[in-house]
């Protein structure tokens, strides 16, 4: 069963709305964001650690430092694991998981592209519970669905994404009925493109939705010279210091 306590000296407890920040870029291209999430008085919940898809191939001394940092700061740090919509192979999702620790002490990990469909259950339980137990029980598990998954899942880890995409589409989306059995806390919203004037909008769907940890950005997912796609969750979002004040208890400048 997954464990919801919040430990001492993390940043941002899990009873309270915080961020969940799903992965910036390298430490090399975005200093400015990793050096943000050690400012005390920011409410985090997590932020995932990506090197390169994955952990890597060996041990990375700027990913080592700031991986760190966050740990100093009481920052909980999970290892970016993709499951590929379950068609990744077990052993090669243990085997990077068990690099993750080895290499950079994670506290647990993002289940990116995680499955929704109820077939997919058994195996993600399956590798959930083998993430639990090369932390010793203590891995805190985030299922990256992105939209609402089969209700069973909600068993199997600590948090689920119920929503990742653009505002366009959250601000009208729908809240799946089942949700309402369980604490905010367990539930995650990535949206990006949010506009500053609808920041208080935004706020009010995730609470009314029963968000516990957010992230929002105005940051778009289109590429500057309109063509391809870009990551909108790599950099901070535009109004990070606003938003920040809007939900932490206060910001030590």
Request: glycine letters at 12%; a negative charge; hydrophobic letters at 35%.
């Amino acid at each position: 069963m997954p464990h919801l306590t919040t430990r001492t000296g993390v940043t941002g407890a899990l009873s309270e709305m915080g961020f969940g920040v799903p992965g910036y870029a390298h430490p090399l291209l975005a200093p400015v964001e990793w050096a943000e999430l050690t400012r005390p008085g920011t409410p985090l919940h997590w932020a995932v650690l990506n090197v390169a898809g994955g952990p890597g191939d060996r041990p990375d001394p700027h990913c080592l430092e700031a991986a760190g940092r966050l740990k100093n700061a009481g920052v909980r740090v999970l290892g970016h694991l993709d499951l590929r919509h379950g068609s990744r192979d077990f052993g090669d999702i243990v085997s990077d998981a068990h690099r993750y620790l080895d290499w950079y002490k994670v506290d647990g990990y993002y289940l990116d592209r995680c499955p929704t469909d109820r077939i997919d259950l058994p195996e993600v339980r399956r590798t959930t519970a083998t993430l639990e137990a090369i932390l010793d029980g203590e891995a805190h598990l985030v299922l990256g669905h992105g939209s609402h998954p089969y209700p069973g899942y909600a068993e199997t880890a600590d948090q689920l994404v119920t929503f990742c995409g653009p505002w366009t589409d959250y601000r009208w989306s729908q809240v799946a009925e089942w949700t309402a059995d369980y604490p905010p806390e367990r539930f995650v919203h990535l949206v990006h493109g949010v506009p500053r004037s609808h920041l208080d909008e935004a706020m009010r769907v995730a609470r009314w939705q029963g968000a516990g940890t957010i992230f929002f950005t105005d940051r778009s997912d289109r590429a500057a010279n309109g063509g391809g796609h870009t990551d909108p969750f790599q950099a901070l979002p535009g109004y990070w210091d606003e938003i920040v004040s809007r939900i932490g208890p206060g910001v030590s400048e």
